[in-house]
């Protein structure tokens, strides 16, 4: 069983960065889009960024672009989620998920099947 684990978050001010870090560990876990998604209290979860196992595709969310990064690892068993210029309104909990192969157009979460515990990401001065 594949199993993803969060790490990365904190508190940061406004303007500056942080990297989060999705170790999957498991089988034959080179195969598997890794998703990241976020919630913040009283709002629906969402989609942030997907990078795909096929081809190294990537998506973002509209609220992100241009401020995220998503990229795997050497070893392609880690995937980083690279947050620059971060805003208050991207606190969230910040969670990875495994969908096979590819990353599922729109990202529902319910195209992703492993899911991380969650790392908590802070934007306040």
């Known amino acids: 069983q594949l199993q993803l684990v969060e790490s990365g978050g904190g508190l940061v001010q406004p303007g500056g960065s942080l990297r989060l870090s999705c170790a999957a560990s498991g089988l034959t876990s080179d195969y598997y889009a890794i998703g990241w998604f976020r919630q913040a209290p009283g709002k629906e979860r969402e989609g942030v960024s997907c990078l795909s196992a096929v081809d190294g595709t990537t998506s973002y969310a509209d609220s992100v672009k241009g401020r995220f990064t998503i990229s795997r690892g050497n070893a392609k068993k880690t995937v980083y989620l690279q947050m620059n210029s971060l805003k208050p309104e991207d606190t969230a909990v910040y969670y990875c998920?495994?969908?096979?192969?590819?990353?599922?157009?729109?990202?529902?979460?319910?195209?992703?099947?492993?899911w991380g515990q969650g790392t908590q990401v802070t934007v306040s001065s």
């Open positions: 998920a495994a969908a096979v192969l590819r990353c599922p157009r729109g990202m529902p979460s319910t195209g992703f099947g492993s």
